[in-house]
């Protein structure tokens, strides 16, 4: 951008939430340094997506990027969900390491390392299509509501099944690090799986 314009210096801009890479020269820009990614032809799928949501779910978009962002995020730090693991794992060591020089500093925006943001972005963005929408929001139980057992469990399959099958993956129920988990550590695990939370934000467990 700045050479296109006979610009050298470095120079502060703004890019909107769903501008995360360069499609003309395949390289990740949303980060304290630029890093090429042609070699991942799904990041620069993801990027289309997301732009195409920006457009889409404007009136939800800022409130469903934190959302989204939280969610990956959480996965990711507690290895919460071994598919998706596998993925990131694989695109981390195809991520060539930072350069040395230039370095962009995103002082608002950097909340994480930029070798997993970008290692998980595709899945990022596809829960922001589920999470923006105002028919798979309106799954989410208001922490200060009661519901019945039933209508909890329904929720919850529902939410589950739909981001599973949006990210290709055969199940988002709970295990660590591909063991099995015993039936109070999977209940625990479970209703403390950030998707949970994203539906109910009290963790609830229903009893019935």
């Not at 996965?75 to 598919?83: D, K, M, R, Y």
């Not at 939370?197 to 963790?203: K, L």
């Amino acid at each position: 951008m700045r050479s296109r314009y006979g610009i050298s210096e470095t120079v502060l801009a703004h890019l909107p939430h769903s501008l995360r890479l360069c499609h003309r020269h395949k390289v990740w820009i949303d980060s304290s340094h630029h890093y090429p990614i042609g070699h991942l032809p799904e990041l620069i799928t993801a990027q289309q997506r997301h732009h195409r949501l920006a457009h889409r779910l404007s009136g939800t978009l800022a409130m469903a990027t934190a959302e989204a962002s939280r969610l990956i995020q959480g996965w990711f730090i507690t290895l919460a969900q071994p598919e998706l693991q596998e993925r990131w794992r694989s695109r981390l060591t195809q991520i060539p390491p930072a350069p040395r020089q230039p370095e962009y500093s995103n002082l608002v925006r950097r909340r994480v390392r930029d070798h997993e943001l970008i290692a998980t972005y595709p899945e990022f963005v596809t829960m922001l299509g589920l999470i923006g929408d105002e028919n798979w929001r309106s799954h989410r139980i208001p922490a200060s509501q009661e519901v019945a057992p039933e209508v909890h469990r329904s929720a919850i399959d529902a939410v589950f099944a739909e981001a599973a099958r949006r990210l290709g993956v055969t199940t988002l129920r709970p295990s660590r690090g591909g063991r099995l988990l015993s039936p109070a550590s999977r209940a625990s695990s479970f209703h403390n799986d950030a998707l949970f939370r994203w539906v109910d934000p009290r963790g609830r467990v229903p009893t019935g």
